[in-house]
């Protein structure tokens, strides 16, 4: 995807805060006829998650895999019906009715895990906003138990539990996101604009997932 290259050239908050800003998510309210969630923009939104995974890094090496195979799914479905599948609720509607959303390899998992990351990623730029001061693994932990955690098997966590301990220092995580000669007052006024753009979207797309009976599945 070419906007993901384009976005290496940028700082990753930079990038998700540009995405956000235009990203407009319609929910289902009465008539789930009428949501919308356009796919694109929402992958390009899940590529900065991997440019910031990366920097934690090869800890989170699992993980990201997951999510760089939950992007690629989605992508190939986009690309099957550019027309109909710009609207990831068509994608959720369709599998749906022909009984397959739940399937391990179904694109309404994959955009549920993709959701699920980005609560990851939200909830651990917020910690390290409010609190930069704070051990890097704290924030790590503290940010994979409200959201990961929950919905992983044993193996999943047991994982987690090992690749811990080898997270970067707060200063050290806050050097790589920033771009150069940025300070850190800057950076934590970026961080704070991009959480509060990611609660609202994460809050409405989790409306969405749970019209389609997706928000409570956990890994196999």
Not at 2 to 15: H, L, P, V
Not at 51 to 73: E, F, S, Y
Not at 128 to 140: A, C, F, G, R, Y
Request: with cysteine.
């Amino acid at each position: 995807m070419k906007r993901s290259r384009d976005m290496e050239k940028r700082s990753e908050i930079n990038s998700a805060i540009e995405e956000l800003s235009t990203l407009a998510v319609v929910k289902p309210g009465g008539n789930r006829e009428t949501a919308h969630i356009p796919t694109k923009p929402f992958l390009s939104i899940c590529y900065v998650v991997l440019l910031v995974l990366d920097k934690i890094g090869p800890t989170m090496a699992v993980l990201r895999q997951d999510v760089h195979k939950n992007i690629k799914r989605l992508e190939v479905m986009h690309e099957l019906n550019p027309s109909m599948n710009s609207n990831l609720v068509e994608i959720l509607k369709l599998e749906a009715s022909k009984g397959n959303a739940r399937k391990r390899s179904s694109c309404s998992k994959a955009f549920l895990w993709l959701t699920r990351s980005l609560d990851f990623s939200s909830a651990l730029l917020q910690a390290l906003e409010n609190d930069p001061k704070k051990s890097m693994e704290q924030i790590v932990q503290e940010s994979y138990d409200a959201t990961l955690s929950p919905w992983h098997g044993w193996i999943s966590s047991a994982a987690f539990r090992v690749a811990i301990k080898l997270v970067p220092d707060s200063k050290t995580f806050m050097d790589l996101l920033k771009e150069k000669d940025e300070n850190c007052e800057t950076l934590k006024e970026k961080m704070q604009i991009l959480v509060s753009l990611l609660m609202p979207f994460l809050e409405d797309v989790h409306c969405i997932l749970k019209v389609y009976n997706l928000d409570r599945i956990k890994s196999s």
